[in-house]
C-alpha cells in the first residue's frame, strides 16, 4: 500500500518545454487534487477532480490542464513552462468526494529556467 | 476574498518548552478548519475541528477552534526535537482548503 506516489521527484525544464506530473493513489479515492507550494505562501489548489470523469479549476489553474485516467491516476500537464511555475507540485486525494482529510504524495520539485 | 493567516511565521524553543501556534480564518461557508505537519517533505494530517470549544487530542498535541472569533490554536506540550516541522492550518470553503502559509517550528535540543 503506497498511498500517493507521483513521478518525477525532481524536474528541471527550460523556458517554453512541456512536461506531464504524474500522481497516482492506491487508496480507492474519490477525489484527487493538485497544489503548488510557494515559500510564505503555503499550498494552492490548482485543479481537482471531486470523482473520477470530473475536474474543474482550482484557485490557480492558468498554464495547467488535467486529467483523471482513472479513478487511481491523475495528471498535471505545463504546456509551455515559465519560470513562474518553479515551485513544488503536491498530488492529493481523499476519500469522501471533496473531504477534509487528504493524503499527500511525496510532492515534484519543479525548476523552470 | 477567503483567507487564512498563521501565526507566527517562525519559532524557535527549547526541547521541553511548550508551544501555541495559531491561526485566524475569513472564509465564505465555513465547514471545518484542519491542521496538518510538514516535515520535509508531505503534509500529514493532524485535526480537524468542526465546532467550537470542543478540543481535540492527541498525545502532546491538543486543538481547538473558535468560530466566534475566528480561530484556532494548536498547542504542543513537553516539545521535543521531532515537533520540528512545518504547521499548517486549512480552512474548509465550500468544499476547498484555503491554506495558510505554515509556522516553521525549530526544537533546540
Known amino acids: 500500500n503506497a498511498g500517493v506516489t507521483q513521478t518525477p521527484k525532481f524536474q528541471v525544464l527550460k523556458t517554453g518545454q512541456s512536461m506531464t506530473l504524474q500522481c497516482a493513489q492506491d487508496?480507492?479515492?474519490?477525489?484527487m487534487y493538485w497544489y503548488r507550494q510557494d515559500p510564505g505562501m503555503g499550498l494552492r489548489l490548482i485543479y481537482y477532480?471531486?470523482?473520477?470523469?470530473?475536474?474543474d479549476k482550482g484557485e490557480v489553474p492558468n498554464g495547467y490542464n488535467v486529467s483523471r485516467l482513472n479513478k487511481r491516476e491523475f495528471s498535471l500537464r505545463l504546456e509551455s513552462a515559465a519560470p513562474s511555475q518553479t515551485s513544488v507540485y503536491f498530488c492529493?486525494?481523499?476519500?469522501?468526494?471533496?473531504?477534509?482529510?487528504?493524503?499527500f504524495g511525496p510532492g515534484t520539485r519543479l525548476l523552470v529556467l | 476574498e477567503d483567507k487564512v493567516v498563521q501565526s507566527p511565521l517562525s519559532l524557535v524553543v527549547h526541547e521541553g518548552d511548550t508551544v501555541t501556534l495559531n491561526c485566524s480564518y475569513e472564509?465564505?461557508?465555513?465547514?471545518?478548519l484542519l491542521w496538518y505537519k510538514q516535515e520535509k517533505k508531505a503534509p500529514t494530517f493532524l485535526f480537524m475541528l468542526?465546532?467550537s470549544g470542543i478540543e481535540k487530542k492527541s498525545g502532546r498535541l491538543s486543538s481547538i477552534l473558535d468560530k466566534k472569533e475566528l480561530f484556532s490554536i494548536l498547542n504542543i506540550t513537553a516539545t521535543q526535537t521531532g515537533d520540528s516541522a512545518v504547521y499548517l492550518c486549512?480552512?474548509?470553503?465550500?468544499?476547498?482548503?484555503?491554506w495558510g502559509a505554515g509556522t516553521k517550528l525549530i526544537i533546540k535540543p
Open positions: 492529493a486525494s481523499s476519500e469522501r468526494p471533496m473531504g477534509e482529510t487528504q493524503y
Open positions: 487508496m480507492n479515492h474519490n477525489s
Open positions: 477532480s471531486a470523482s473520477e470523469g470530473t475536474t
Open positions: 472564509v465564505t461557508n465555513f465547514r471545518s
Open positions: 468542526t465546532s
Open positions: 486549512a480552512a474548509n470553503s465550500n468544499y476547498q482548503l484555503i
